[in-house]
């Protein structure tokens, strides 16, 4: 237990019939332990109903979903993000302008390499109606087809509904179709998708010809990763018609363009450090303040770890759980009104994964999934960020949230791998025991082993729900304030009742 000790442990019965373990404990912290004031909330937007999403490539509908759309564990795992909401889930990425419905008379263009059949279409609609979902779907935009892009938009819509589509979102990563090859030549040479001086101007001048051209819902864009884009944001809304969210791509770090050295290049200590998280969300803090002065909301619509599916022995251990609970909490903090997390099977970064063994496919969840799950307990919708204030213990990070159901929730993260670390938590007007959770691995890098609450999803999961005793451990103030000890590498949770 990230606490250290237990007083007074006994056994109850919880809600499911499984053997829950409780206790109560009180903990003096040593001399010189830093102290955190929860205060009143902060100037930020409540967190809204559908914040935490999964973005999927094209290519991942089928093998998550399956061909009715409707496996259970798949969705078993959304809903657990999004209890009692309709989560938003996005359907992009680079497949987006790789992907087309096959447009009578038309040849397949040189940059396509995927279709969407009826079957497909057949799964995303299963997928939303089974999660009451709306969904972002790409369009693409590098074929430079209005045509291609009506016909793909139609049976989008088409399939899911209008009511079913928070927006349609015209291309990927536009910044890129000037400097990368959209497809090659049959003697190797690359072809790029627009001229080098392609710009957010061009781009705004396309996503207002392709507008007229697609069915009469809401839109999204500009879907870049790029600052500099995101510097032109407000001409890009000024001149774009029925935007409803603006978009952008983040990742810390890239394993394709960074070098080693590079504070981007995939290292354990790049990931854990302040500019992964808060950094990356102060980076698109200003493009959000934008984008909500003109009525349209701003989504990170794709985010993870490390670009180019993500780096094997990092983005794939519970280093990444602790970045994104970390992260998250950052970007609410700056009043992005909601992420997706970008997956794909062929990634090293995924939440979760079906795995063949012999003749037989299985759900694995993932460490990354273990960090999103508990911001989402942290933090259901309605809830603000509360004002923290006190000295920073390095590695370690603060947050609270006080939530309509008059709860206060404080986060305490401990990303040293080898430091246990104390924190006195104070909490005006609160003197009653408050719930803990933890979560724990049994070490920064490990990628199985992993608890929330006492409970894992284990190496498979057939239900996708975690399973085993709940730890339910009551943490009774010491004097004024709550005194935590946590492991090396690990996360805590206090859940104070109004």
Same mark, same amino acid.
């Given at each position: 237990m990230a606490t250290g000790v237990g007083l007074g442990a006994a056994a109850v019965?919880?809600?499911?019939?499984?053997?829950?373990?409780?206790?109560? $404990?009180?903990?003096?912290? +040593?001399?010189?332990? *830093?102290?955190? /004031? @929860? %205060? #009143?909330?902060?100037?930020?937007?409540?967190?809204?109903?559908?914040?935490l999403g999964f973005s999927f490539e094209y290519t991942a509908l089928l093998p998550y979903?399956?061909?009715?759309?409707?496996?259970?564990?798949?969705?078993?795992? $959304?809903?657990?993000?999004? +209890?009692?909401?309709? *989560?938003?889930? /996005? @359907? %992009? #990425?680079?497949?987006?302008?790789?992907?087309?419905?096959?447009?009578?008379?038309?040849?397949?263009?040189?940059?396509?390499?995927?279709?969407?059949?009826?079957?497909?279409?057949?799964?995303?609609?299963?997928?939303?109606?089974a999660l009451n979902a709306r969904v972002i779907l790409g369009i693409n935009l590098e074929a430079d087809s209005t045509r291609l892009a009506a016909t793909e938009a139609r049976a989008f819509v088409s399939a899911v509904g209008p009511s079913a589509v928070a927006a349609l979102e015209i291309g990927n990563e536009p910044e890129l179709y000037g400097q990368l090859g959209w497809y090659s030549t049959?003697?190797?040479r690359p072809v790029p998708g627009r001229p080098s001086s392609y710009d957010i101007a061009s781009y705004t001048a396309e996503f207002r010809r392709f507008a007229t051209a697609l069915p009469d819902v809401p839109l999204a864009g500009p879907a870049t990763g790029s600052n500099t884009w995101l510097a032109g944001l407000p001409g890009f809304i000024a001149g774009?018609?029925?935007?409803?969210?603006?978009?952008?791509?983040?990742?810390?770090?890239?394993?394709?363009?960074?070098?080693?050295?590079?504070?981007?290049?995939?290292?354990?200590?790049?990931?854990?450090?302040?500019?992964?998280?808060?950094?990356?969300?102060?980076?698109v803090a200003g493009a959000v303040s934008v984008a909500h002065?003109?009525?349209?909301?701003?989504?990170?619509?794709?985010?993870?770890s490390v670009s180019c599916r993500g780096k094997r022995g990092l983005s794939d251990t519970f280093a990444s759980a602790l970045w994104a609970l970390d992260t998250l909490f950052a970007m609410a903090s700056v009043n992005v009104?909601?992420?997706?997390?970008?997956?794909?099977?062929?990634s090293d970064y995924h939440p979760f994964a079906l795995v063949r063994s012999g003749r037989a496919w299985h759900w694995t969840v993932d460490?990354?999934?273990?960090?999103?799950?508990?911001?989402?307990?942290?933090?259901?919708?309605?809830?603000?960020?509360?004002?923290?204030?006190?000295?920073?213990?390095?590695?370690?990070?603060?947050?609270?949230?006080?939530?309509?159901?008059?709860?206060?929730r404080v986060v305490v993260i401990n990303e040293h791998r080898r430091r246990t670390a104390y924190e006195r938590i104070e909490v005006p007007g609160a003197h009653?025991?408050?719930?803990?959770?933890?979560?724990?691995?049994?070490?920064?890098?490990?990628?199985?082993?992993?608890?929330?609450?006492?409970?894992?999803?284990?190496?498979r999961t057939a239900t996708g729900l975690p399973t085993g005793a709940r730890r339910l451990v009551d943490v009774a103030p010491a004097g004024d304030a709550y005194v935590l000890k946590l492991a090396p590498a690990s996360a805590a949770m206090l859940t104070l009742h109004g």
């Amino acid at each position: 237990m990230a606490t250290g000790v237990g007083l007074g442990a006994a056994a109850v019965l919880g809600a499911t019939g499984a053997s829950t373990t409780v206790a109560t $404990i009180s903990l003096r912290a +040593p001399a010189g332990t *830093p102290t955190v /004031r @929860i %205060g #009143g909330a902060q100037r930020s937007d409540p967190i809204a109903p559908g914040f935490l999403g999964f973005s999927f490539e094209y290519t991942a509908l089928l093998p998550y979903a399956g061909r009715d759309g409707r496996d259970r564990v798949l969705i078993q795992l $959304i809903r657990n993000l999004n +209890p009692g909401q309709s *989560p938003v889930l /996005r @359907i %992009g #990425g680079d497949t987006t302008d790789w992907s087309w419905v096959p447009v009578r008379g038309m040849s397949r263009p040189g940059g396509v390499r995927y279709t969407i059949t009826p079957a497909w279409l057949g799964a995303i609609r299963g997928l939303t109606q089974a999660l009451n979902a709306r969904v972002i779907l790409g369009i693409n935009l590098e074929a430079d087809s209005t045509r291609l892009a009506a016909t793909e938009a139609r049976a989008f819509v088409s399939a899911v509904g209008p009511s079913a589509v928070a927006a349609l979102e015209i291309g990927n990563e536009p910044e890129l179709y000037g400097q990368l090859g959209w497809y090659s030549t049959p003697s190797g040479r690359p072809v790029p998708g627009r001229p080098s001086s392609y710009d957010i101007a061009s781009y705004t001048a396309e996503f207002r010809r392709f507008a007229t051209a697609l069915p009469d819902v809401p839109l999204a864009g500009p879907a870049t990763g790029s600052n500099t884009w995101l510097a032109g944001l407000p001409g890009f809304i000024a001149g774009a018609p029925r935007l409803r969210f603006a978009t952008a791509h983040r990742y810390p770090l890239a394993r394709c363009y960074s070098a080693a050295g590079s504070p981007t290049y995939p290292t354990l200590a790049n990931l854990l450090s302040p500019a992964a998280s808060s950094g990356l969300a102060q980076s698109v803090a200003g493009a959000v303040s934008v984008a909500h002065a003109h009525g349209v909301r701003f989504r990170v619509d794709e985010l993870n770890s490390v670009s180019c599916r993500g780096k094997r022995g990092l983005s794939d251990t519970f280093a990444s759980a602790l970045w994104a609970l970390d992260t998250l909490f950052a970007m609410a903090s700056v009043n992005v009104d909601g992420v997706n997390i970008h997956t794909l099977p062929a990634s090293d970064y995924h939440p979760f994964a079906l795995v063949r063994s012999g003749r037989a496919w299985h759900w694995t969840v993932d460490p990354l999934y273990y960090g999103l799950l508990m911001f989402a307990r942290a933090a259901p919708p309605g809830s603000r960020l509360l004002s923290t204030s006190g000295p920073a213990q390095p590695s370690v990070r603060v947050w609270a949230t006080g939530a309509p159901d008059g709860r206060t929730r404080v986060v305490v993260i401990n990303e040293h791998r080898r430091r246990t670390a104390y924190e006195r938590i104070e909490v005006p007007g609160a003197h009653s025991p408050a719930a803990l959770t933890t979560l724990r691995a049994p070490s920064i890098t490990a990628k199985g082993g992993i608890t929330l609450g006492g409970q894992t999803f284990g190496a498979r999961t057939a239900t996708g729900l975690p399973t085993g005793a709940r730890r339910l451990v009551d943490v009774a103030p010491a004097g004024d304030a709550y005194v935590l000890k946590l492991a090396p590498a690990s996360a805590a949770m206090l859940t104070l009742h109004g």
